[in-house]
């Protein structure tokens, strides 16, 4: 992955409760939401209850599916305690997407980060790629 430029704005991909319509959907307010992104094969979501986790799994097909969000430094700093970083709970890493928003360019899709989870998900369902948001939500546990 390239390093940011200085005066680039960080790119992160969600895929749960930060999406429009999550319930965390507030943290990125004043943000601006470049639109629908998926991941490469890879990586696998778990229904952690209130919340997924996205897990690295080489064996994983399915297509993770989130947004594509450009935030400010300070706002990236609440989403770093949001998911946890200094308590272990995620890291944020490079994302490897598959499909991004047409009007961004491949090299800053190279520079897009995202959160996965550090713990242990045995024993948690699994999803099928996307975390369902809004008022039409299904139970998940």
């Given at each position: 992955m ?20 999550g ?29 997924p ?16 969000w ?19 709970l ?30 242990d ?13 809004g ?7």
């Amino acid at each position: 992955m390239n390093p940011p430029t200085p005066d680039a704005d960080p790119l992160v991909f969600v895929y749960g409760t930060l999406k429009r319509d999550g319930s965390n959907q507030h943290y990125l307010d004043g943000q601006t939401l470049l639109g629908a992104a998926a991941l490469r094969p890879g990586h696998a979501l778990y229904s952690l209850g209130d919340y997924p986790g996205l897990v690295a799994d080489p064996r994983a097909h399915d297509e993770v599916t989130g947004e594509i969000w450009r935030v400010s430094p300070a706002a990236l700093a609440g989403l770093d305690e949001l998911e946890g970083i200094d308590e272990g709970l995620y890291a944020r890493v490079p994302a490897p997407l598959a499909r991004w928003p047409a009007g961004l360019a491949s090299r800053d899709a190279d520079r897009v980060q995202m959160y996965v989870y550090l713990r242990d998900v045995i024993g948690r369902p699994r999803l099928d790629g996307t975390w369902p948001v809004g008022p039409e939500k299904p139970s998940i546990s």
